[in-house]
Protein backbone atom coordinates (compact mmCIF):
# COMPACT_ATOMS: atom_id res chain seq x y z
CA UNK A 1 0.00 0.00 0.00
CA UNK A 2 2.71 2.74 0.46
CA UNK A 3 4.16 1.98 -2.74
CA UNK A 4 0.77 2.63 -4.13
CA UNK A 5 0.51 5.88 -2.19
CA UNK A 6 4.00 7.13 -3.35
CA UNK A 7 3.16 6.41 -6.63
CA UNK A 8 -0.09 8.33 -6.81
CA UNK A 9 1.87 11.39 -5.56
CA UNK A 10 4.36 11.20 -8.44
CA UNK A 11 2.02 11.38 -11.17
CA UNK A 12 -0.27 14.38 -9.32
CA UNK A 13 3.00 15.87 -9.31
CA UNK A 14 4.09 15.26 -12.99
CA UNK A 15 0.60 16.17 -14.63
CA UNK A 16 0.90 19.79 -12.57
CA UNK A 17 4.56 20.15 -14.51
CA UNK A 18 3.53 19.54 -17.91
CA UNK A 19 0.76 22.07 -17.64
CA UNK A 20 1.35 25.48 -19.78
CA UNK A 21 2.09 28.81 -17.77
CA UNK A 22 -0.71 30.80 -18.98
CA UNK A 23 -2.75 28.42 -17.52
CA UNK A 24 -1.58 29.12 -14.32
CA UNK A 25 -2.36 32.25 -12.72
CA UNK A 26 0.16 35.33 -11.66
CA UNK A 27 1.03 36.21 -8.46
CA UNK A 28 1.40 39.95 -7.75
CA UNK A 29 4.89 41.01 -6.38
CA UNK A 30 4.79 42.77 -3.36
CA UNK A 31 7.79 44.55 -1.38
CA UNK A 32 8.10 42.72 2.34
CA UNK A 33 9.71 44.26 4.79
CA UNK A 34 12.94 42.38 5.57
CA UNK A 35 14.78 44.88 7.81
CA UNK A 36 13.80 47.13 10.77
CA UNK A 37 12.82 50.81 10.72
CA UNK A 38 16.47 52.43 11.12
CA UNK A 39 18.37 49.24 9.09
CA UNK A 40 17.33 49.86 5.17
CA UNK A 41 19.85 49.19 3.04
CA UNK A 42 22.50 51.21 2.07
CA UNK A 43 21.40 51.39 -1.84
CA UNK A 44 17.99 52.56 -1.03
CA UNK A 45 19.51 55.32 1.17
CA UNK A 46 21.74 56.52 -1.59
CA UNK A 47 18.68 56.37 -3.97
CA UNK A 48 16.74 58.48 -1.33
CA UNK A 49 19.45 60.90 -1.15
CA UNK A 50 20.08 61.67 -4.54
CA UNK A 51 16.44 62.14 -5.33
CA UNK A 52 15.82 64.18 -2.43
CA UNK A 53 19.29 66.58 -3.14
CA UNK A 54 18.43 67.07 -6.81
CA UNK A 55 15.36 68.63 -5.85
CA UNK A 56 15.67 72.30 -3.79
CA UNK A 57 12.86 71.17 -1.64
CA UNK A 58 14.93 68.40 -0.21
CA UNK A 59 17.65 69.87 -0.10
CA UNK A 60 20.05 69.33 2.60
CA UNK A 61 21.09 72.69 4.52
CA UNK A 62 24.54 73.52 4.84
CA UNK A 63 25.27 73.77 9.21
CA UNK A 64 28.09 75.92 10.09
CA UNK A 65 29.31 75.87 13.48
CA UNK A 66 29.32 79.88 15.36
CA UNK A 67 32.20 79.72 17.99
CA UNK A 68 31.11 83.07 20.94
CA UNK A 69 34.54 84.23 21.23
CA UNK A 70 33.75 86.06 24.22
CA UNK A 71 33.25 83.26 26.07
CA UNK A 72 36.18 81.61 25.08
CA UNK A 73 37.87 85.12 26.01
CA UNK A 74 40.66 85.63 29.15
CA UNK A 75 40.85 87.94 31.60
CA UNK A 76 43.06 90.71 29.94
CA UNK A 77 46.57 89.90 31.32
CA UNK A 78 49.70 92.36 32.44
CA UNK A 79 51.55 95.12 30.53
CA UNK A 80 55.10 93.77 29.11
CA UNK A 81 57.67 95.90 29.55
CA UNK A 82 58.23 99.21 26.86
CA UNK A 83 59.91 97.98 23.51
CA UNK A 84 63.00 99.82 21.84
CA UNK A 85 62.54 103.11 19.95
CA UNK A 86 61.89 102.19 16.22
CA UNK A 87 63.65 104.46 13.67
CA UNK A 88 62.44 107.86 12.67
CA UNK A 89 60.40 107.98 9.63
CA UNK A 90 60.31 110.42 7.36
CA UNK A 91 59.03 114.23 7.95
CA UNK A 92 55.71 115.03 6.79
CA UNK A 93 54.52 117.46 5.02
CA UNK A 94 53.68 120.68 6.53
CA UNK A 95 50.28 121.42 7.85
CA UNK A 96 47.93 124.26 7.19
CA UNK A 97 48.61 127.59 9.80
CA UNK A 98 46.30 126.81 13.01
CA UNK A 99 43.87 129.83 14.18
CA UNK A 100 45.54 132.45 16.33
CA UNK A 101 45.56 132.47 19.83
CA UNK A 102 44.22 133.94 22.67
CA UNK A 103 46.18 137.40 23.74
CA UNK A 104 48.56 136.44 26.32
CA UNK A 105 48.28 138.70 29.56
CA UNK A 106 50.40 141.95 29.87
CA UNK A 107 54.17 141.04 31.17
CA UNK A 108 56.00 142.78 33.50
CA UNK A 109 57.80 146.06 32.76
CA UNK A 110 61.60 145.48 31.69
CA UNK A 111 65.04 147.15 33.04
CA UNK A 112 65.41 150.30 32.21
CA UNK A 113 67.92 150.41 29.76
CA UNK A 114 71.15 152.47 28.55
CA UNK A 115 70.67 155.97 27.77
CA UNK A 116 71.03 156.32 24.08
CA UNK A 117 73.47 159.81 23.18
CA UNK A 118 72.83 161.43 20.26
CA UNK A 119 75.67 162.56 18.33
CA UNK A 120 75.34 165.93 16.08
CA UNK A 121 77.80 167.76 14.11
CA UNK A 122 76.59 170.02 10.99
CA UNK A 123 78.17 173.79 9.83
CA UNK A 124 77.17 175.95 7.90
CA UNK A 125 79.55 179.27 6.62
CA UNK A 126 79.58 181.92 4.51
CA UNK A 127 82.31 184.54 2.82
CA UNK A 128 81.38 188.03 2.21
CA UNK A 129 85.03 189.39 0.38
CA UNK A 130 86.04 188.29 -2.73
CA UNK A 131 89.07 186.48 -3.12
CA UNK A 132 91.91 186.39 -6.12
CA UNK A 133 94.29 183.58 -6.08
CA UNK A 134 97.91 184.80 -5.73
CA UNK A 135 99.50 182.02 -4.44
CA UNK A 136 99.60 178.34 -6.54
CA UNK A 137 97.33 176.83 -3.65
CA UNK A 138 95.60 179.19 -1.06
CA UNK A 139 93.26 178.45 1.69
CA UNK A 140 89.47 179.59 1.08
CA UNK A 141 88.36 181.47 4.77
CA UNK A 142 84.97 182.48 5.75
CA UNK A 143 83.77 185.69 7.62
CA UNK A 144 80.31 184.61 8.34
CA UNK A 145 78.96 181.77 10.77
CA UNK A 146 75.45 180.92 10.46
CA UNK A 147 75.61 177.46 12.32
CA UNK A 148 78.42 175.52 14.03
CA UNK A 149 77.59 172.91 16.05
CA UNK A 150 79.89 172.32 19.32
CA UNK A 151 82.86 174.23 16.86
CA UNK A 152 83.59 171.72 14.63
CA UNK A 153 84.24 174.20 11.85
CA UNK A 154 87.69 176.51 12.91
CA UNK A 155 86.78 179.68 11.31
CA UNK A 156 90.42 180.97 11.77
CA UNK A 157 91.82 177.96 9.38
CA UNK A 158 88.91 177.49 7.44
CA UNK A 159 88.78 173.17 8.27
CA UNK A 160 86.00 171.30 9.47
CA UNK A 161 87.82 168.85 12.20
CA UNK A 162 85.89 165.47 12.49
CA UNK A 163 84.98 164.28 15.90
CA UNK A 164 82.51 162.00 15.26
CA UNK A 165 83.25 159.71 12.60
CA UNK A 166 80.81 158.69 10.46
CA UNK A 167 78.96 159.64 6.70
CA UNK A 168 78.84 162.99 6.20
CA UNK A 169 77.22 165.67 3.67
CA UNK A 170 79.11 168.83 2.45
CA UNK A 171 78.35 171.26 -0.28
CA UNK A 172 79.67 174.32 -1.49
CA UNK A 173 78.43 177.17 -3.27
CA UNK A 174 80.19 180.19 -5.07
CA UNK A 175 79.94 183.26 -7.41
CA UNK A 176 82.45 183.39 -10.53
CA UNK A 177 83.71 186.79 -12.00
CA UNK A 178 83.76 188.06 -14.97
CA UNK A 179 86.23 187.12 -17.33
CA UNK A 180 87.79 184.86 -14.51
CA UNK A 181 88.50 181.15 -14.03
CA UNK A 182 86.71 179.75 -10.48
CA UNK A 183 88.60 176.85 -10.07
CA UNK A 184 88.16 174.94 -6.52
CA UNK A 185 88.95 171.72 -4.86
CA UNK A 186 87.03 170.38 -1.56
CA UNK A 187 89.66 168.79 0.63
CA UNK A 188 89.76 165.60 2.94
CA UNK A 189 93.47 166.46 4.27
CA UNK A 190 95.69 166.68 1.77
CA UNK A 191 93.37 164.37 -1.17
CA UNK A 192 91.18 166.62 -3.83
CA UNK A 193 87.62 164.72 -3.33
CA UNK A 194 85.99 166.82 -5.85
CA UNK A 195 86.36 170.06 -8.41
CA UNK A 196 84.10 172.97 -8.57
CA UNK A 197 84.54 174.91 -11.97
CA UNK A 198 83.90 178.01 -14.17
CA UNK A 199 85.18 179.00 -17.75
CA UNK A 200 85.91 182.64 -17.88
CA UNK A 201 82.99 184.28 -19.73
CA UNK A 202 81.31 188.23 -19.85
CA UNK A 203 78.95 186.80 -17.44
CA UNK A 204 79.02 185.80 -13.99
CA UNK A 205 77.03 182.83 -12.69
CA UNK A 206 76.44 180.98 -8.96
CA UNK A 207 78.34 177.35 -8.95
CA UNK A 208 77.75 174.77 -6.82
CA UNK A 209 78.94 171.45 -5.93
CA UNK A 210 78.44 168.55 -3.24
CA UNK A 211 79.28 165.14 -2.05
CA UNK A 212 79.26 162.83 0.69
CA UNK A 213 82.34 161.37 2.37
CA UNK A 214 82.97 158.74 4.81
CA UNK A 215 84.96 160.51 7.29
CA UNK A 216 87.33 159.07 10.28
CA UNK A 217 88.01 161.14 13.30
CA UNK A 218 90.61 163.85 13.00
CA UNK A 219 89.94 163.94 9.34
CA UNK A 220 89.58 167.18 7.73
CA UNK A 221 87.67 168.86 5.17
CA UNK A 222 88.43 172.01 3.47
CA UNK A 223 88.43 174.22 0.31
CA UNK A 224 91.41 175.09 -1.62
CA UNK A 225 91.66 177.72 -4.49
CA UNK A 226 94.03 176.46 -7.55
CA UNK A 227 95.95 178.85 -9.72
CA UNK A 228 97.27 177.67 -13.44
CA UNK A 229 98.14 180.41 -16.12
CA UNK A 230 94.77 182.03 -15.79
CA UNK A 231 93.87 184.19 -12.99
CA UNK A 232 91.32 182.85 -10.45
CA UNK A 233 88.91 184.38 -8.95
CA UNK A 234 85.46 184.26 -6.89
CA UNK A 235 83.23 187.02 -5.72
CA UNK A 236 81.43 188.33 -3.07
CA UNK A 237 80.17 191.79 -1.74
CA UNK A 238 79.96 193.08 1.64
CA UNK A 239 76.12 193.25 1.45
CA UNK A 240 75.38 189.91 0.24
CA UNK A 241 76.73 186.39 0.70
CA UNK A 242 78.11 184.85 -2.10
CA UNK A 243 80.05 181.97 -0.88
CA UNK A 244 78.84 179.38 1.27
CA UNK A 245 80.07 176.43 2.50
CA UNK A 246 77.89 173.43 4.27
CA UNK A 247 78.42 170.11 5.55
CA UNK A 248 76.28 167.67 8.13
CA UNK A 249 76.70 164.61 9.70
CA UNK A 250 74.63 161.92 8.33
CA UNK A 251 74.91 158.80 9.82
CA UNK A 252 77.33 158.18 12.75
CA UNK A 253 79.67 155.47 12.47
CA UNK A 254 78.65 154.08 16.01
CA UNK A 255 75.02 152.76 15.13
Not at 64 to 71: A, F, K, L, S
Not at 201 to 209: E, F, G, P, V, Y
Not at 222 to 238: G, L, P
Request: aromatic content about 10%; glycine content about 8%.
Amino acid sequence: RMSAVLLLLLLSAGNAGSQPESALPRRRLSCVRCCGPSEQPVSIISQRSTRMSSHPQYSLPKIQPIINITILKGEKGEAGERGFPGAAGKPGERGSRGPSGRKGQKGHPGPQGHSCKQLFSAFSVGRRQPLHSSHYFQHLTFDTEFVNLYQHFNMFSGKFFCYVPGVYYFSLNVHTWNFKETYLHLMRNEEATAVLYAQPSDRSIMQSQSLMLDLREGDEVWIRMFKRERENAIYSEESDVYVVFNGHLVKPALE
